[in-house]
Structure formats: C-alpha cells, structure tokens
C-alpha cells in the first residue's frame, strides 16, 4: 500500500497531535510506503532526516494556514508519492482529501478526531457542514477516546466506521528517573510537589486547581503546586494566584527532554480540565499517560475524553469539573495517605505500560490493511 500522511501538526513542532502524526508514520514505514506532508518549519531537515520515511514540506505563512492549503497541495503530494490512500492527522487537513477522491484522485481517506475540532464552532453552522461532509465521506474515522466518537457519531457519521483508537504514550522514553537533581533545582527537596503541566489556557481548569489549593485543609503539610506550560491564560492565572495567596511556581515551556524529570519529581499529577460552552475540550489528555508512565499518579477531572486516560480508584482519582472542594478532598485524600498514593502509582505505571503507541497504531494499520484487501473504498455511498 502506499499512503499519504497529512498533518498540519508535525514534528519539529511539539504537542498531542504532533506526536500522534510522528508515530503513525513511524509505524507504517516499517510495512508500507508511506510519504508525509506536512508544512515547513524551522528545523524541519534535521527532524525529517531520523524518519525511515520521506517528508514533503510545503511551505505556509502560519501553520494554521495549512489546512486551507491542503486542496492545493495535495494533488502535487499524491503525484510525488505515488499515494492512493491519504490519512488526515485532524480534520482540518481533510477537506483537501474529500475534494481529492471526488475528482478521482486517490481511492480513499481516513481522518484522526482528536475532540476539541470535531466540536469548536467558530464560524457557525457553515463550519458544521464542512466537518460533516469530510468527516462523512472518510473511509474511518479513528478517534482519540469514546468521548470523542461519540461527537463523530453525533454528526452523523455511521458507527461502523468510528474506531475508538486511544493516544498512545513513548514508554522508551516516559519512565521514572532519579527526581533529586530536577527537586533541588527547584528548591523542593522535603515538599511534596502536586504537578499540572499544558497550555495554560482556560479549558485546562488551572484555576479550579488554584481554588483547590485554597481550599486545603491548615493539617495538611502544604504542597508546593508547581506549573508547567504557558499560554494565554498565564497573566489571569497568576493574578488569581496572588488574589487567593497560593504558592505557585510557575515554570513556563519546559523542554522535551526536562518531562520525564519533572513527572518523576512530582508525587501527584493534576488535569483539571473542563468542557468549555465554544466546545473547546480535552479529547483525552496525553500528559496524563506520560505521568503515569513516570509512576506519578493523578488526579484530574471528568470532563471529555479524560477518562479514557485514568482507571479511577486504580491509577489515579477522578472529580466532578468545576469543584474546588471536590478536588480539594482528592488532593488531600492522595497526599495524606501514602500507602494509597503508592497503590495509585503502581497502577499508574500498569496503565501506562499497556498503552504505548505500538498498540495505536497497530490498530490504525490494521484497519487501512483489512480496507486495503476488501476494497473498501468501493462501498456504496
């Protein structure tokens, strides 16, 4: 089979789906011809030449331009790589694909949900129909989590071919390390540190756990509540910071390969997430995955696709959205009993050993291998 992987979000750029895009590759070089396209970024060559897979970059004035491009430079993707099966890393990128079969030019496509795209509607209902009419049209559609195929399936797309196909965590390198270098940098060797790491914007529920951690009761030996991550919300976050009189570390963008470090340092990892009314929404919450790859249990709330990530009661605590007090008693019930923040971290590390990214992408290989023999792309519309 030769396969064409479109992503408006791929290495050397760093996040979710770039990470989703960068391991499927990965995966389907090592059983098929497999060709990227993806924009150009700045040190784009260095990233692209450790793939077992060429990468055609096309050039945008901003990243998110490139969805808008994909009509035009798809057609000159697919003559290169001589591709006709396309999967799209997010929905944005599809609507080139839909284009693209109708006139003929490849056999089929498939499109990755990840949950806050399938939902967000800024542009109304003319963006509703857009998402409908590519998402319809694709041969499957592989979603991060049941929350997010439920939001597939509500826009009318059939259940045959909805595939939940969790994220997938990097287990050679999420794992626990030595934390006393990263906790006496940070001045925190006797703390215990509850950890929340993102883009600080609104749906990732900071300030729920900024309220959280005003609300802990005085015998609590208190917690150093460490940040990581920036983003718009940053300002309002600190200045409620200061309102409430929490002690916070802000730490900014921490790098790539600081993660692990700061996982393991960490005793508890917080996602406090919630569904904002725009449809903005966590569609699974990788970084959960990642600290319970490191053994750092979690707390985080249940909201989206949150849940596909936590075993409540196993490997982490699960919350109602939007209660300080409800997340307040979590924090406090892992922090004062270490026997349960112990049992909460074995599970965290059961959870995370069976969900690397080979079983994701095997599972999205074998869909495009089973369609491939069956001629699926011949069903009826």
């Known amino acids: 089979m030769r396969l064409l992987l479109v992503s408006q979000d791929f290495p050397p750029a760093v996040g979710g789906v770039q990470t989703w895009a960068d391991r499927l590759a990965r995966a389907f070089a090592g059983r098929h011809a497999v060709t990227v396209l993806a924009p150009a970024a700045a040190g784009d060559a260095a990233h692209d030449a450790g793939l077992p897979c060429p990468v055609l970059r096309w050039r945008t004035p901003h990243t998110s331009a490139f969805g808008a491009l994909v009509p035009l430079a798809l057609p000159w993707a697919l003559g290169r790589s001589g591709a006709r099966v396309v ?25 990755a949900a ?18 409908r009419a590519v998402l319809a049209g694709a041969a ?14 509500g826009l009318g797309v059939p259940a045959g071919r909805v595939l939940v196909a969790p994220n997938g965590v990097d287990l050679a390198r ?31 529920g900071v300030d729920t756990l900024l309220r959280a951690f005003a609300a802990l009761p005085p015998a609590l030996p208190p917690p150093a509540l460490v940040v990581a991550g920036d983003g ?75 849940p596909d990530a936590v075993d409540d009661g196993v490997s982490g605590l699960l919350v109602g959205p939007d209660d300080p007090a409800a997340l307040a008693a979590a924090l406090t019930r892992v922090l004062s009993d270490e026997s349960l923040r112990r ?30 023999a069956a001629g699926a792309w011949r069903r009826a519309a």
């Open 87 to 111: 999967l799209c890393a997010q929905t944005a990128t599809a609507a080139g694909a839909l284009l693209a079969e109708r006139a003929g030019l490849l056999d089929r496509y498939y499109v």
């Open 114 to 131: 990840h949950g806050r795209e399938v939902l967000w509607s800024p542009l109304g209902a003319p963006q509703r129909r857009w998402r």
């Open 140 to 153: 499957a559609v592989f979603a991060v989590s049941r929350f997010t195929a439920a939001a597939v399936r």
């Open 174 to 204: 999420f794992r626990p390390v030595d934390p006393r270098p990263l906790r006496r940098r940070l001045g925190l060797e006797n703390r215990r540190i509850v950890l929340s790491a993102g883009r600080l914007v609104r749906r990732k």
């Open 232 to 306: 718009p919300d940053r300002p309002r976050l600190e200045a409620l910071a200061r309102g409430l009189r929490v002690p916070v570390r802000f730490l900014g963008r921490v790098s790539d390969a600081e993660l692990p470090a700061l996982y393991s340092a960490a005793d508890l990892f917080v996602l406090a997430a919630r569904e904002e009314p725009n449809g903005d929404v966590e569609g699974f919450g990788l970084v959960l995955l990642e600290a319970a790859a490191c053994g750092t249990p979690a707390v985080a709330c249940r909201s989206g696709g949150v």
């Open 343 to 372: 049992w909460l971290s074995c599970g965290a590390r059961a959870r995370a050993a069976r969900s690397g990214w080979d079983a994701t992408a095997a599972a999205i290989v074998r869909r495009l291998e089973d369609d491939e």
